[in-house]
T-cell receptor
Framework: GAVVSQHPSWVICKSGTSVKIECRSL??????MFWYRQFPKQSLMLMAT?????????EQGVEKDKFLINHASLTLSTLTVTSAHPEDSSFYIC????????????FGPGTRLLVL | KNQVEQSPQSLIILEGKNCTLQ??????????LRWYKQDTGRGPVSLTI?????NTKSNGRYTATLDADTKQSSLHITASQLSDSASYIC???????????FGGGTRVLVKP
């Protein structure tokens, strides 16, 4: 099956700093990428949807200036958490859709963010 | 109210035993339903994908059923193994737009 990678797998940062998370589709071209956030013992919550070369569409309640998404190519999307605060600590998961199975989303392994 | 409800929220089973997880949904119009396994600290991995016309689908020791009339699905785990300990998430995909709606998940713990 298709492979989606994320980097880093975990990150610890100080409050007020910005953190960038990368999401790559390794063996297919992802026309659409999705960013999710997951708090402990809860299910995934969609943050935003991005199509290559266009602005991301954010879900209600998600601050676009706080969570900057760049989908610069068909294999790479980045999520930047700007001026991170402890409440931004969470598990961030990306998924990608594209390739031969246009309707299937493939999930990355996730990035654990801890803001001190 | 969530459009995808899973039960139970968690369960503990002994290694080698079987278990069944339930998923009820109200998402409409329906495209397909997927069961994912999510290990702690990892992203979800697809187990089964079922469309409207499919009643059952197996993937090794995992068997999913779908009743599109009653909008219910189940995931049956046969002869559970310690590695089956994980969260199992039911996801319903809406037609026209392919929007995913996630259930809350069922946390399964398999004990030796």
């Amino acid at each position: 099956g298709a492979v989606v990678s994320q980097h880093p797998s975990w990150v610890i940062c100080k409050s007020g700093t910005s953190v960038k998370i990368e999401c790559r589709s390794l063996d297919f071209q992802a026309t659409t990428m999705f960013w999710y956030r997951q708090f402990p013992k809860q299910s995934l919550m969609l943050m935003a949807t991005s199509n290559e070369g266009s602005k991301a569409t954010y879900e209600q309640g998600v601050e676009k200036d706080k969570f900057l998404i760049n989908h610069a190519s068909l294999t790479l999307s980045t999520l930047t958490v700007t001026s991170a605060h402890p409440e931004d600590s969470s598990f961030y998961i990306c998924s990608a859709r594209g390739g031969r199975e246009q309707e299937t989303q493939y999930f990355g392994p996730g990035t654990r963010l801890l803001v001190l | 109210k969530n459009q995808v409800e899973q039960s139970p929220q968690s369960l503990i089973i002994l290694e080698g035993k079987n278990c069944t997880l339930q998923c009820n949904y109200t998402v409409s119009p329906f495209s397909n339903l997927r069961w994912y396994k999510q290990d702690t600290g990892r992203g979800p991995v697809s187990l089964t994908i079922m469309t409207f016309s499919e009643n059952t689908k197996s993937n090794g020791r995992y068997t999913a059923t779908l009743d599109a009339d009653t909008k219910q699905s189940s995931l049956h785990i046969t002869a559970s193994q310690l590695s089956d300990s994980a969260s199992y998430i039911c996801v319903v995909i809406k037609a026209a737009g392919n929007k995913l709606t996630f259930g809350g998940g069922t946390r399964v713990l398999v004990k030796p």
